[in-house]
């Protein structure tokens, strides 16, 4: 029995050119007929989505997008950046660059609290402590 085909998804910055409630249902429509979601919603400027790699040109196309960035956003286009938009754009590049960190490994994967040898996080037992 085969498991469903592995879809390559994306994520993306999407900065919309209108910015009106009907233009971003319009939008979260087209996202979810493609097979993509929205993972968060900056209303009224931009939206970042996750959508599948083969039907993100279709998406960029909408008349309600202005930009689509799936990479860190260049120094020029920032400096062109309105006031509203630069923070965001900035947030983008940071949210990228963190992902390419390596990070340790997450708490879940540490040593269990049973594993033989390993003492309690309040150090070893005292037993015979005498009061004074």
Partial sequence: MMGKPQIDNKEALILLKRRS???????????????????????????????????????????????VFIEPVGSRRLSQASLDEKPILEAWNQFLKDKKVPHGPGSNRGLSWDTPGLLPPDGPPRGGDKKR
Wanted: proline residues 9%.
């Fill in 21 to 67: 409630a009907p233009d971003i249902e319009t939008l979260l429509a087209l996202l979810e007929e493609s097979g993509g979601r929205s993972i968060a919603v900056y209303h009224p400027l931009a939206m970042i989505v996750m959508v599948p790699s083969d039907t993100l040109s279709k998406i960029a196309s909408a008349p309600v997008i202005r930009d």
